[in-house]
């Protein structure tokens, strides 16, 4: 509900760069829930705050693990997936078919 500003705060310049680096190398990477997560923001907001996103997770995470004294557990490439519920996202893929003007059967595979 609420609209902040786009700027991020000034914070430590090492950190910022450290977190930087770390965010372009995890974006590169294929398997991880960090690399899903840079996918996801750069196609709606861009390469670069996505990158920025990306770097303040990772600051997030790294946050939880000092202070929750645990180990790091990667949620995986498919954690977006996972989370939809399958019989919701059907619904809405059958209905945008339908307004586009296509008749809709569905069966189930075996």
Do not use: C, F, N
Request: glycine share 8%.
């Amino acid at each position: 509900g609420k609209h902040y500003s786009g700027r991020t705060r000034r914070g430590d310049t090492w950190l910022r760069g450290a977190l930087g680096e770390a965010a372009s190398s995890a974006s590169r990477s294929k398997t991880t829930y960090l690399s899903a997560h840079y996918r996801r923001i750069a196609t709606r907001r861009g390469s670069k705050r996505a990158l920025v996103a990306v770097s303040h997770t990772m600051l997030v995470i790294a946050w939880h693990l000092l202070h929750d004294q645990t180990t790091y557990r990667d949620l995986g490439p498919d954690y977006y997936q996972r989370r939809q519920d399958p019989e919701r996202q059907t619904r809405k893929l059958v209905h945008q078919l339908q307004q586009l003007g296509h008749q809709v059967t569905l069966t189930a595979s075996p």
